[in-house]
Nanobody, 126 residues
Framework: QVQMVESGGGLVQAGGSLRLSCAAS????????MGWFRQAPGKEREFVAC????????NYVNAVKGRFTISRDNLKNTVYLQMNSLKPEDTAVYYC???????????????????WGQGTQVTVSS
Protein backbone atom coordinates (compact mmCIF):
# COMPACT_ATOMS: atom_id res chain seq x y z
CA GLN A 1 0.00 0.00 0.00
CA VAL A 2 1.19 3.51 -0.75
CA GLN A 3 0.07 6.73 0.89
CA MET A 4 0.10 10.02 -1.03
CA VAL A 5 0.20 13.41 0.62
CA GLU A 6 -0.32 16.57 -1.42
CA SER A 7 0.83 19.96 -0.15
CA GLY A 8 1.64 23.45 -1.36
CA GLY A 9 -1.83 24.78 -2.05
CA GLY A 10 -3.09 28.11 -0.83
CA LEU A 11 -4.64 31.43 -1.73
CA VAL A 12 -2.93 33.42 -4.47
CA GLN A 13 -3.81 36.37 -6.67
CA ALA A 14 -4.33 35.93 -10.38
CA GLY A 15 -0.99 35.88 -12.14
CA GLY A 16 0.76 34.35 -9.15
CA SER A 17 2.49 31.01 -8.75
CA LEU A 18 2.30 27.95 -6.54
CA ARG A 19 4.27 24.72 -6.41
CA LEU A 20 2.36 21.63 -5.40
CA SER A 21 4.13 18.56 -4.02
CA CYS A 22 2.90 14.99 -3.83
CA ALA A 23 4.98 12.79 -1.54
CA ALA A 24 4.61 9.03 -1.46
CA SER A 25 5.29 6.75 1.47
CA UNK A 26 4.94 3.04 2.02
CA UNK A 27 6.59 2.01 -1.23
CA UNK A 28 8.41 3.52 -4.12
CA UNK A 29 6.52 5.17 -6.96
CA UNK A 30 9.62 5.40 -9.11
CA UNK A 31 8.31 2.87 -11.62
CA UNK A 32 4.81 4.35 -11.89
CA UNK A 33 3.41 7.04 -14.10
CA MET A 34 1.93 9.85 -12.00
CA GLY A 35 -0.88 12.28 -12.59
CA TRP A 36 -2.37 15.48 -11.24
CA PHE A 37 -6.12 16.03 -11.36
CA ARG A 38 -8.34 18.76 -9.97
CA GLN A 39 -11.93 19.13 -8.88
CA ALA A 40 -13.76 22.41 -8.64
CA PRO A 41 -16.99 22.77 -6.62
CA GLY A 42 -19.91 21.21 -8.44
CA LYS A 43 -17.71 19.76 -11.16
CA GLU A 44 -16.22 16.38 -11.90
CA ARG A 45 -12.57 15.60 -11.31
CA GLU A 46 -10.58 16.57 -14.38
CA PHE A 47 -7.15 15.73 -15.73
CA VAL A 48 -4.44 18.38 -15.37
CA ALA A 49 -1.08 16.74 -16.12
CA CYS A 50 0.73 13.43 -16.13
CA UNK A 51 4.29 12.21 -16.33
CA UNK A 52 5.73 8.88 -17.39
CA UNK A 53 7.59 6.66 -14.98
CA UNK A 54 11.02 7.81 -16.20
CA UNK A 55 10.02 11.46 -16.39
CA UNK A 56 10.74 11.56 -20.10
CA UNK A 57 7.18 12.21 -21.23
CA UNK A 58 4.62 14.70 -19.97
CA ASN A 59 1.08 15.58 -20.98
CA TYR A 60 -1.16 18.51 -20.10
CA VAL A 61 -4.74 19.57 -20.50
CA ASN A 62 -4.89 22.43 -23.00
CA ALA A 63 -6.07 24.90 -20.37
CA VAL A 64 -2.76 24.72 -18.48
CA LYS A 65 -0.24 24.20 -21.29
CA GLY A 66 2.56 26.72 -21.09
CA ARG A 67 1.65 27.65 -17.51
CA PHE A 68 1.98 24.41 -15.51
CA THR A 69 4.92 22.01 -15.37
CA ILE A 70 4.84 18.51 -13.92
CA SER A 71 8.09 16.95 -12.72
CA ARG A 72 9.29 14.19 -10.45
CA ASP A 73 12.19 13.50 -8.14
CA ASN A 74 12.50 9.75 -7.82
CA LEU A 75 15.13 10.04 -5.09
CA LYS A 76 12.55 11.84 -2.97
CA ASN A 77 9.62 9.70 -4.13
CA THR A 78 7.83 12.96 -4.93
CA VAL A 79 5.99 14.52 -7.84
CA TYR A 80 5.57 18.26 -8.32
CA LEU A 81 3.27 20.61 -10.17
CA GLN A 82 4.67 24.09 -10.77
CA MET A 83 1.79 26.43 -11.53
CA ASN A 84 2.52 29.86 -12.99
CA SER A 85 0.28 32.63 -14.31
CA LEU A 86 -2.58 31.29 -12.24
CA LYS A 87 -6.13 32.19 -13.20
CA PRO A 88 -9.34 32.19 -11.13
CA GLU A 89 -10.55 29.21 -13.18
CA ASP A 90 -7.65 27.18 -11.78
CA THR A 91 -9.36 27.26 -8.38
CA ALA A 92 -9.95 23.65 -7.28
CA VAL A 93 -8.78 20.90 -5.01
CA TYR A 94 -5.75 19.30 -6.62
CA TYR A 95 -5.09 15.57 -6.27
CA CYS A 96 -2.25 13.34 -7.33
CA UNK A 97 -2.66 9.72 -8.25
CA UNK A 98 -0.39 6.74 -8.83
CA UNK A 99 -0.58 5.45 -12.38
CA UNK A 100 0.39 2.23 -14.09
CA UNK A 101 3.74 0.52 -13.66
CA UNK A 102 6.24 1.34 -16.39
CA UNK A 103 3.79 3.54 -18.23
CA UNK A 104 5.96 5.79 -20.40
CA UNK A 105 3.43 8.59 -20.73
CA UNK A 106 0.72 8.25 -18.10
CA UNK A 107 -2.96 8.70 -18.86
CA UNK A 108 -5.66 11.36 -18.92
CA UNK A 109 -8.14 8.82 -17.54
CA UNK A 110 -8.58 9.01 -13.76
CA UNK A 111 -9.72 5.37 -13.70
CA UNK A 112 -6.14 4.36 -14.49
CA UNK A 113 -4.87 5.83 -11.22
CA UNK A 114 -4.85 4.44 -7.70
CA UNK A 115 -3.85 5.66 -4.26
CA TRP A 116 -5.11 9.21 -4.37
CA GLY A 117 -4.05 11.70 -1.74
CA GLN A 118 -6.41 13.86 0.29
CA GLY A 119 -5.94 16.82 -2.03
CA THR A 120 -4.70 20.36 -1.55
CA GLN A 121 -6.87 23.44 -2.06
CA VAL A 122 -5.78 26.05 -4.60
CA THR A 123 -7.72 29.31 -4.63
CA VAL A 124 -6.94 32.03 -7.14
CA SER A 125 -8.48 35.42 -6.54
CA SER A 126 -9.17 37.90 -9.34
Amino acid sequence: QVQMVESGGGLVQAGGSLRLSCAASGRTINRNAMGWFRQAPGKEREFVACIGWSGGSTNYVNAVKGRFTISRDNLKNTVYLQMNSLKPEDTAVYYCGVGKLYSSAGSRNSNEYDFWGQGTQVTVSS
